[in-house]
């Protein structure tokens, strides 16, 4: 009688596990399906052409463009942010004192804010400031979005290390300072891997840079000019009426898939790296 | 000590310092400032009658948020009620049962699932979930874009996260425990029923609460699915439009008309508070658990 009811739940939860792996394959198939029918060259080596939302040639360039800067700058402010705050609680604070259990539950906080709410506050941020929607405003915004989860997944790396290397320097005589420009070696393949997961999750999110970057179909000139993002421009492509439209919808999104799934496996493939790295 | 390293030592520390207190700060600005921004339309309307009004007509500055706070409890609410079982159920498999082949197998596919941005997942609801419900239910009246579609969607957007953290639950029970049940002679079942289970109820429930805030902070793909009519959703099938879509919608043109841009604040700002407290909860009953199993 236990034996029975233990395998049937046995087999609900294989089942439970087999739906869970099978809607991976499920999505990533109907993008690849849908996608690469209306895939070419063009769609990646051209900007939208005269016409191009009526159906006629050219290609999303201009979002690959606008996305790669958008995240370049964003994650250069948010590494800037992240890891001396890391360093900060981890090796000057003493282990178990209150400012860092605040600092940690504040960012635990705004790593689940939605990323709608950033996009709005940065918006607001930037009428207070005179600014237009623009690539300045973009990269500040999906900084904001990044950091909190940058600076968690750095903060789980960094707490992870033996302390042994880090006591060892500090008997040695040197300062907290100097002790973390050699700490930092031991620990960048986690960084790395952390980085990367980061980026994509910023490059993906199209909430934060909806009213903060605008869209173009140029390639972006400066901080101070609106630049086009991929998922947005998946976005207004699905949205018009003409069927060649939302083929290229499709592409775009086989596109950014494409790009997620590079960046998840060169982080996977450095954290593997990272662990056999261990002392 | 030579002066030269004296003063980087002090330089570094007080430039980190600076930056700590800016990030506990920062949590307040935002706060404050959506609030400073909504203040206007709660001051001439009253909260409680923009809470609890179903009337949405911004251009004569009605501004009744009812509709869409359904709407967004709606679609959270399916989104935890598929997700949660199927998470539990996968989660108790990886921990208890599946051998350590099973085990990586899973880890790169929770990655993948979670990785994959909001618009991707928008744009799989309208090729494969929008036409389904549109042809299976309801006998063609519904377009699809409904509440049920962003419900869908939204579960398997949190799966990833609910998967995740219920194994990361389940792994930090200690081993002695579940030894002690074994060696009574409880079967593994009985293991996971009686001590597992039990031992992370406040843990899974504290997961379910982070997850259901991530589902209603979620924008793209429900925007996409949804079909965002400003009426009240009377049943699944019918269109719905939740808060932070209706956010993404109209953030453009609001700054012509009066109040409509300090309405969408109040919709930001309904959000975070909920938001904020969802996360601070969940999260002090996490951080708690933790510090009980890390003996």
New interface residues.
């Given amino acids: 009688m ?2 029975k ?2 395998n049937i ?2 087999v ?3 089942i ?2 087999l ?3 099978g ?2 394959l ?3 198939g ?2 690849v399906w ?1 996608g690469v029918p209306a895939l070419s060259w063009d769609m990646i080596t051209k900007l939208p052409g005269g016409g191009f939302y009526l159906g006629k040639e050219g290609g999303v360039l201009n979002a690959i463009t606008g996305s790669f800067c958008i995240i370049t700058g964003a994650v250069a402010i948010s590494m800037i ?1 992240s890891v ?2 890391v ?3 981890n090796f ?1 604070l003493p282990r178990k004192s209150t ?1 860092s259990a ?2 940690r ?13 950033y ?3 940065g ?3 930037m009428i207070f400031l005179g600014m237009r929607a623009s690539l300045g405003g973009g990269i500040i915004t999906v900084a ?1 979005l990044i950091t909190p989860i940058m ?1 968690r997944s750095f903060d789980e790396v960094t707490r992870l290390m033996p302390r042994d290397l880090s006591d060892s320097l500090l008997s040695l005589g040197s ?4 002790m ?1 420009k050699v700490i930092m070696r031991q620990l960048m393949p986690g960084f790395v891997t952390a980085t990367l ?1 980061a980026t ?2 910023g ?5 934060t840079v ?2 903060t970057a605008g869209y173009t179909d140029n390639l972006p000139g400066s901080l101070s000019q609106p630049a086009a993002t991929l ?1 947005l421009s ?2 207004f492509q ?1 949205g018009s009426p003409v069927a060649e439209v939302q083929n290229r ?2 592409a775009s ?1 086989l596109i ?2 494409a790009l ?2 590079i ?2 496996f060169a982080a ?1 493939h450095f954290s593997s790296k990272f662990s056999r790295n261990r002392i | ?1 030579n002066t030269q ?2 003063i ?2 002090i330089g ?2 007080w ?3 600076i ?2 207190f800016s ?2 700060l ?2 307040l600005i ?1 706060g404050i ?2 609030f400073v ?1 909504s203040y206007p339309v709660i001051r001439e309307n009253g909260l409680w009658k923009l809470l609890s009004s179903v009337s949405w007509k911004p251009s004569s500055g009605e501004f009744g948020f009812l509709p869409f706070i359904v709407s967004t409890l709606y679609v959270s609410a399916i989104a935890i009620i598929i997700a949660l ?3 539990l ?2 989660a ?3 921990n208890s ?2 051998s350590g082949r ?1 085990r990586r ?2 880890e ?2 929770i ?3 979670s ?10 609801g ?3 979930i929008v036409p389904f419900i549109a042809k299976n239910f309801a006998s063609g009246t519904t377009s699809g874009y409904s509440v049920m579609a962003g419900g869908i969607v939204l579960a ?1 957007m949190i ?1 990833p996260l609910l ?1 995740g953290l219920l194994t990361e639950i389940f792994n930090s029970i200690p081993d002695e425990m579940t030894n002690a049940s074994f060696s009574l002679g409880a ?4 293991t996971v029923k009686r001590v597992i289970l039990r031992r992370s109820f406040p843990g899974i429930i504290a997961v379910t609460v ?1 997850s259901l ?2 589902a ?5 793909a429900v925007l ?1 699915v949804c079909g965002n009519s400003p009426r009240m959703p009377h049943s699944l099938l019918d269109p719905g439009y939740p808060l ?1 879509a209706l ?2 919608n109209n ?2 043109e609001m700054l012509s008309i009066p109040g409509y841009e300090s309405a ?2 109040l919709a ?1 700002l309904i ?2 508070v909920i ?2 407290f ?3 909860i969940s ?2 009953t996490l ?1 708690h658990l933790e510090k009980r199993f890390h003996f």
Wanted: net charge positive; proline share 5%.
């Fill in positions: 236990k034996r009811e233990e739940f046995k609900i939860m294989i439970a596990s739906i869970i792996s809607l991976l499920f999505i990533l109907t993008i849908k942010i001396p705050l360093m900060y609680l000057y400012f605040i600092v539950f504040s960012f635990d906080i705004l790593l689940g804010v939605p990323s709608i709410v996009g709005a506050f918006f607001a941020l904001m600076m300062t907290r300072y100097e973390i997961l994509g999750r490059i993906g999110d199209a909430a909806l009213f998922p998946i976005f699905l919808a499709y999104a950014l898939t997620i799934l960046l998840s996977r | 000590m390293r004296a980087k030592e570094a520390r430039f980190m310092r930056i700590a990030g506990i920062f949590l935002i400032s959506l921004k079982p199927l998470s159920l996968t108790i498999y990886l049962y599946a099973i197998f899973f790169p596919v990655d993948l699932l990785g994959i941005p909001p618009v991707i997942y928008g744009v799989w309208t090729i494969t398997v799966i998967v079967t593994k079942w009985q982070l805030s991530r209603f902070g979620e924008t793209m996409m932070p956010l993404a953030y453009g969408l604040m930001a959000l975070f938001i904020f969802f996360n601070g999260r002090l951080n």
